[in-house]
């Protein structure tokens, strides 16, 4: 089981990105599959979620401004994001419970800076 994400970087106040999260070694359609991301000097807390059914979750702090969604046939999650604000910089990681046992990826880097 790998998580592999991408599609970090710098950005300006009100810019966008979009991170995907490939997964291998399972098929992601069957599993909730989390982003959580983990600023300086902070704890890791989630940030949005997707159900095997579709159903998305999101944390109050990025409501309206992040949407996630799976492309199954690429066992890809995605995290668009937008009007990023300088607190949304963190590094971004996704994550999987697979038979009782949780994974992550390395994360990616997300930096919000004038």
């Known amino acids: 089981v790998q998580l592999v994400e991408s599609g970090g970087g710098l950005v300006q106040p009100g810019g966008s990105l979009r991170l995907s999260c490939a997964a291998s070694g399972f098929t992601l359609d069957y599993y909730v599959i989390g982003w959580f991301r983990q600023a300086p000097g902070k704890e890791r807390v989630s940030v949005a979620r997707i159900t095997s059914s579709g159903s998305a979750e999101y944390a109050e702090s990025v409501k309206g401004r992040v949407t996630i969604s799976r492309n199954n046939a690429r066992n890809t999650v995605y995290l668009q994001m937008d009007n990023l604000q300088t607190d949304d910089t963190a590094v971004y990681y996704c994550?999987?419970?697979?038979?009782?046992?949780?994974?992550w990826g390395r994360g990616t880097h997300v930096t919000v800076s004038s």
């Open positions: 994550h999987v419970k697979h038979r009782g046992r949780d994974y």
